[in-house]
């Protein structure tokens, strides 16, 4: 076992690196032998991860730090996730296992460099047809093959074998679900492998036309397909990179390549190429910037304006693109009223005078910033976008003038009393020393409020109740009042969400009320026949147990775990957990 990573790795150190969320999960893929194929070659420890489809996970270590990968999503976007985690605590068991003498050494992996000194001894003919035979079963191993024999070493590369395969493995028969998509991503990431390296080898224009060929077959094929996982995003974030990469090495004719990048950003419905002007600067040099802002300012000088409140069709599709590459020109020359100018086209919401005040302020001009500002809350007085308000708020303060801040702040708040309100409200009023004042009258509000909702519920109303004391509960909570947070629940109720925050709250004065919560929660939780819901319930019952010890109430958490098990005897997942945390319903002995 390498020692650096051993050295490395422990729970705590997985826990930190993913986060409790992930650990959890990892941690039942590990109990439940997800993992399989656990080898340690070179001081890297690798393994597979099996859940819906099979995920690759590689420990290692990078001089004091762990260094990991994961060809998952969440371990694309360079996150520690759940496979990490699983692979990590199967490696650990492993190594405890192999201290312990519990694990027989004739049972130990045959290493990677043990299987390469093997295979180097063999005849290349007898590892030609070994290799021919696995392909007859592997149709993806067998692509690789192809591809790499299209490549050709140092020959000129088999242009029609690229074309092909790049057809073969965008192209799929009906629906791509969401459990066929790893296999078909890992197809197309192989074709870009290839392409890479065809690349590395001086062939730039053939890669770029072929990448041109497999964006133009998948931004079609992206319609009918499953993508939870988010493949695609990292597939198109590839190509596109392989695109740019293979035009700084062919140098492209500017204005064809202004062309073809104009029409792609504008039509795209995957957003491929956006931002191309700014991306493409070098490769386009000062013709194909011309030619480029050219083709933009044609088609904007048809983009209509929009006044407060209207509407247009075209908003999230069309208008939005061309906007956006106009803005991208326009930032380039650095030109802030020119910017402006381009904003302006578009004052159909609030957010849009937000924008322009955001611009004058990061370019230093505080008086046009707040002109636009005004001019937006001015064109929306009612309901009007919450960033807009702060923005005024926090100027206005900036300028000395609180009472004009706080009148804003309470504004937003009889539109929408709550929490969030309250906090704004509370920053605006301190700063003019009459905090005590508004906070009385955004109380009494929020009372009557609720009062309002209760009436209206009670008179014939339909629907879920919209009347309970979350929002009160919430605010004395803020404020370190627990005694008046509890008051308000028991008095009125609250969202689940809430109650745990004031069971948080109550835990080390009041924990009988804490455990009073907690259970009420458990019930809830236990409602749902589902394992997040177990996993959920176990949670709380590790909050309800750690409480009871604290105050020697042993025996009401042994009554309560047996009572679960007695009740949902039949629903194994849960039982299993409830036995991995050693509670069985019996009182450990003293």
């Not at 339909?462 to 629940?489: F, R």
């Not at 809430?498 to 835990?507: G, N, P, S």
């Not at 020697?552 to 007695?566: C, H």
Request: proline share 3%; net charge negative.
């Amino acid at each position: 076992m390498s020692t650096m990573v051993r050295n490395l790795l422990n729970k705590a150190v997985l826990e930190k690196l993913a986060g409790k969320r992930a650990f959890e999960r990892g941690a039942d893929y590990f109990a439940d032998g997800h993992v399989i194929g656990l080898k340690e070659n070179n001081g890297a420890v690798t393994a597979t991860v099996r859940g819906s489809y099979d995920y690759r996970v590689k420990l290692w270590a990078e001089g004091e730090a762990l260094a990991f990968e994961c060809n998952c999503p969440v371990g694309q976007d360079s996150a520690f996730c759940k496979h990490c985690v699983a692979s990590g605590l199967a490696w650990l068991e492993r190594c405890e296992q192999k201290t312990s003498g519990s694990q027989p050494s004739e049972n130990g992996d045959v290493t990677d460099d043990e299987i390469r000194t093997f295979l180097m001894a063999r005849d290349k003919g007898a590892l030609a047809e070994l290799v021919l035979e696995h392909s007859e079963w592997d149709a993806e191993f067998r692509d690789r093959l192809v591809l790499m024999t299209a490549e050709r070493g140092g020959k000129q590369p088999d242009l029609a074998a690229f074309r092909a395969a790049i057809d073969k493995a965008i192209r799929h028969r009906g629906f791509v679900d969401y459990n066929r998509m790893p296999a078909y991503a890992r197809g197309i990431e192989a074709v870009i492998d290839s392409l890479e390296a065809l690349l590395s080898r001086g062939h730039a224009k053939a890669v770029r036309e072929l990448v041109e060929r497999a964006l133009q077959r998948l931004e079609s094929a992206m319609n009918d397909m499953d993508d939870s996982d988010g493949f695609m995003g990292g597939i198109l974030g590839r190509l596109q990179q392989l695109h740019l990469s293979a035009c700084q090495l062919e140098k492209p004719n500017p204005l064809t390549m202004a062309k073809f990048l104009f029409e792609w950003e504008v039509r795209s419905g995957w957003e491929m190429f956006l931002g191309a002007a700014e991306t493409y600067a070098d490769v386009l040099g000062e013709s194909g910037l011309a030619e480029y802002r050219k083709l933009a300012e044609t088609k904007w000088a048809r983009v209509p304006l929009l006044a407060p409140g209207e509407k247009d069709p075209e908003q999230y599709r069309s208008r939005w693109r061309i906007t956006h590459i106009m803005e991208t020109l326009e930032k380039q020359t650095g030109d802030v009223d020119a910017l402006v100018a381009i904003k302006s086209r578009d004052l159909s919401h609030a957010f849009s005078f937000l924008e322009i005040a955001k611009i004058y302020k990061a370019a230093g001009n505080h008086e046009a910033a707040m002109q636009w500002a005004e001019r937006g809350a001015r064109a929306f007085p009612e309901h009007t976008d919450s960033r807009l308000r702060e923005f005024l708020i926090e100027e206005y303060h900036r300028q000395k003038r609180h009472s004009e801040a706080v009148a804003i702040a309470w504004t937003g708040f009889c539109e929408r009393p709550g929490l969030d309100a309250y906090i704004i409200l509370h920053k605006s009023a301190s700063k003019e020393e009459r905090w005590p004042e508004w906070r009385e009258k955004a109380l009494a509000l929020l009372r009557q409020e609720i009062a309002q909702k209760k009436e209206r519920r009670t008179t014939g109303g339909w629907g879920p109740p919209a009347w309970d004391h979350s929002e009160l509960v919430s605010i004395y909570l803020w404020e370190g009042d627990t005694e008046a947070a509890w008051a308000e629940a028991k008095t009125g109720g609250c969202h689940d969400g809430v109650w745990f925050r004031l069971a948080e709250a109550r835990e080390k004065d009041h924990p009988e009320d804490a455990i009073a919560i907690y259970t009420a929660q458990l019930r809830r939780a236990l409602q749902q026949a589902q394992p997040q819901a177990y996993r959920e319930a176990v949670k709380i019952l590790r909050r309800i147990h750690k409480l009871d010890v604290r105050i020697g109430n042993e025996l009401d958490f042994a009554a309560l775990v047996q009572s679960v098990r007695t009740q949902y005897k039949a629903r194994r997942n849960l039982i299993k957990l409830l036995d991995a945390e050693g509670w069985s319903g019996h009182p450990s002995p003293r």
